[in-house]
């Protein structure tokens, strides 16, 4: 049976997260320490005692959530047949697929946070969920809010059937929700995010995260990662470092990404991170599968 390593990203963090991991194992402590190092702060800090407003920024949310998903991977003893992260969490499975060193992977992660951190601030925008109505009905959506009201809105996370994010100009964003609820979905939300992700609101950090793509050092993956972008394997740094890039602007393909390890044998899915948010994903994708949790 293959076993799929699935890590989560933004929105799993919580102030204490990973604390007993960090007091329990001396390798956890010591990766701990060594990412402070890294980054000149005390991300530590920030995660075992907040404040919740601080962690929450995406500048240091990332890192966290990165720092703790990979610490966890690195203190167990098994090994994926395959690997996957939503948005963020990406770059913890390139790690854990040995095509990215752990400190060019924080250092990139830093300063993706921070590049996105800044685009949310300089063009300001929203997410919103859509709940019960099919993706291409979504899609439909964005594109006539979008040409009501002249501005951008489009599908950020594929997250499962029937649950969708979609991200862009705030009003254009409100438009939406409310035609979603008029075409009688489920549940319609404004989410309470920094920027809008995954759409075309994030050109502004594109030029810094390329040029950082450009300098890291990524190799060939020993594990396949199937990636946000394409929602397809892929082990070769070119086009590792290409799926990077694009996935910043472009929305988060993870239903096709758990139906494509499912067709490619996997039946195990462990997510390894904080929070249970994939759990619940492939829960609501796949049937007849094994779905667990290291958190």
Not at 148 to 168: D, F, H, T
Not at 180 to 203: D, I
Not at 229 to 245: F, G, M, V, W
Request: charged fraction near 25%; include cysteine; proline fraction near 5%.
């Amino acid at each position: 049976m293959k076993k799929a390593f699935i890590f989560p990203g933004q929105g799993s963090q919580f102030v204490g997260m990973a604390k007993d991991l960090y007091e329990s194992d001396d390798k956890i402590t010591s990766r701990f320490k060594e990412a402070d190092d890294i980054l000149g702060y005390s991300l530590t800090d920030i995660m075992f005692n907040g404040p919740e407003e601080v962690l929450k920024q995406t500048v240091h949310t990332q890192p966290a959530i990165f720092l703790h998903s990979v610490a966890l991977f690195e203190s167990m003893d098994e090994q994926p047949d395959m690997t996957a992260g939503h948005s963020l969490g990406e770059f913890s499975a390139l790690v854990a697929s040995g095509a990215l060193e752990f400190k060019e992977a924080i250092e990139l992660v830093a300063l993706r946070g921070k590049l996105m951190q800044r685009a949310g601030s300089e063009n300001e925008g929203s997410m919103a969920a859509i709940i019960g109505m099919e993706d291409e009905a979504v899609d439909q959506v964005c594109k006539d809010a979008e040409s009501l009201v002249q501005k951008p809105v489009v599908p950020a996370n594929y997250n499962c059937p029937g649950q969708l994010v979609i991200s862009g100009d705030k009003e254009a964003v409100e438009k939406a929700v409310e035609m979603a609820k008029e075409k009688g979905c489920r549940l319609a939300k404004m989410l309470p995010v920094s920027g809008a992700f995954h759409s075309p609101l994030m050109r502004p950090a594109l030029e810094g995260l390329r040029s950082k793509l450009e300098q890291v050092q990524i190799d060939k993956a020993d594990i396949p990662v199937y990636s946000n972008y394409t929602a397809l394997p892929t082990s070769e740094p070119d086009k590792i470092r290409e799926n990077l890039e694009n996935q910043l602007m472009n929305p988060v393909q993870w239903t096709k990404t758990m139906q494509n390890m499912y067709a490619d044998g996997a039946r195990a899915f462990i997510e390894i991170g904080p929070g249970k948010v994939l759990q619940g994903l492939v829960k609501r994708t796949l049937k007849n599968v094994e779905i667990n949790g290291y958190q």
